[in-house]
């Protein structure tokens, strides 16, 4: 059974850091292209970055750039974003997703709850 569960979100104030992470399980996890989206009340998901399995490659909304980092761990089949100067406009629930053309599969987690209060 596929899982992706998401935890370590949270309140906090502007300027301060919070660490997701992604829990993997019942797939390959090193083959899958890992990536967070998120989403705001009244806006559509949006994708705030992946990393490509093999090369480690990654691609940040322009939003978040220079303020979080996407890590894999594929020996905890694990998947954290490290989310560093939060602002108001990130807050929204975050989902982590897992994706393979070479499988055609896609996952979801559930979600997690970040607010960022001013």
């Known amino acids: 059974q596929v899982q992706l569960v998401e935890s370590g979100g949270g309140l906090v104030q502007v300027g301060e850091s919070l660490r997701l992470s992604c829990a993997a399980s019942?797939?390959?996890?090193?083959?899958?292209?890992m990536s967070w989206h998120r989403q705001a009340p009244g806006k559509e998901r949006e994708v705030v970055v992946g990393?490509?399995?093999?090369?480690?490659?990654?691609n940040y909304a322009d939003s978040v750039k220079g303020r979080f980092t996407i890590f894999r761990d594929d020996f905890k089949n694990t998947v954290y974003l490290q989310m560093n100067n939060l602002r108001p406009e990130d807050t929204a629930v975050y989902y982590c997703?897992?994706?393979?053309?070479?499988?055609?599969?896609?996952?979801w987690g559930q979600g997690t709850q970040v607010t960022v209060s001013s």
């Open positions: 990393i490509i399995s093999t090369t480690r490659r990654t």
């Open positions: 997703n897992a994706q393979s053309v070479q499988f055609n599969s896609n996952y």
């Open positions: 019942g797939f390959t996890f090193s083959l899958y292209t």
